[in-house]
């Protein structure tokens, strides 16, 4: 079955620096990759996807970049913020079901 | 328009006891999904259910079933409760496959806490 790495587990910027969370998949047949933040005991909400026939995505500070031939994918956050502090869970999944394999998250602090 | 509502939003249980938690599915979508979210781990999917029918399943044991009625809700059954079953239990809703996107989204969840 599928298996995502997600790094760093943890990750602490001061506000306004950019953010990098970075994830690795193992079937080359996954052609969906959803982000998806959860504040303390809270949802999942979806922030961002990206499809396998594009490279790159953008939504204002969020970006996520995919290389299919490495197999791994990024969370770009520019100009953080400390609304960004949550945990980020990268997902990776194929066509048929969607159902997504879950990284492991990364705790992003953002330092005010 | 409610999103996803799940019950109740804490429940503690002693091992061997059974458990039933519920989901009410988004607005026009048809297809649930549930995922146990151990302390500090990602979700992990535990099966999806559409037409009232198990539709696909994770890596989990037969102690854990489930259930979709008409009005697509839903319910996730555990017996023969372990310490390990402690987690975070997430439900998420989607409309069903065609070759349309698909968006999960995801309830607050049922927190079980087996003593």
């Known amino acids: 079955g599928e298996n995502v790495e997600q790094h760093p587990s943890t990750l602490s910027v001061q506000e306004g620096d950019s953010a990098v969370i970075k994830c690795t998949y193992s079937?080359?047949?996954?052609?969906?990759f959803p982000w998806y933040k959860q504040e303390l005991g809270k949802r999942p909400q979806l922030i961002i996807d990206?499809?396998?026939?594009?490279g790159e995505k953008k939504d204002q500070r969020i970006a996520v970049t995919l290389n299919k031939t490495a197999k791994h994918f990024s969370l770009h956050i520019t100009e953080t913020q400390p609304e960004d502090s949550a945990v980020y869970f990268c997902?990776?999944?194929?066509?048929?079901?969607?159902?997504?394999?879950f990284g492991r998250g990364t705790s992003l602090i953002v330092h005010p | 328009d409610a999103g996803v509502t799940q019950s109740p939003t804490h429940l503690i249980k002693t091992r061997g006891q059974q458990v039933t938690l519920r989901c009410s599915p988004k607005?026009?979508?048809?297809?649930v999904s549930w995922y146990q979210q151990a302390l500090g781990q990602g979700p992990q999917f535990i099966f999806q259910?559409?037409?009232?029918?198990?539709?696909q399943r994770g890596n989990f044991p037969d102690r854990f079933s489930g259930h979709q009625f008409p009005n697509y809700s839903s319910e996730l059954n555990v017996n023969a409760l372990l310490l390990g079953d402690s987690a975070l239990y997430l439900c998420?809703?989607?409309?069903?496959?065609?070759?349309?996107?698909?968006?999960?989204?995801f309830g607050a969840g049922t927190r079980l806490s087996v003593l």
């Open positions: 079937d080359s047949a996954s052609n969906y």
């Open positions: 990206i499809r396998s026939n594009v």
């Open positions: 607005s026009g979508h048809d297809t």
């Open positions: 259910y559409y037409e009232e029918e198990e539709r």
């Open positions: 998420a809703s989607s409309v069903a496959i065609t070759l349309a996107k698909n968006i999960q989204y």
């Open positions: 997902a990776a999944s194929k066509g048929g079901s969607y159902i997504p394999t």
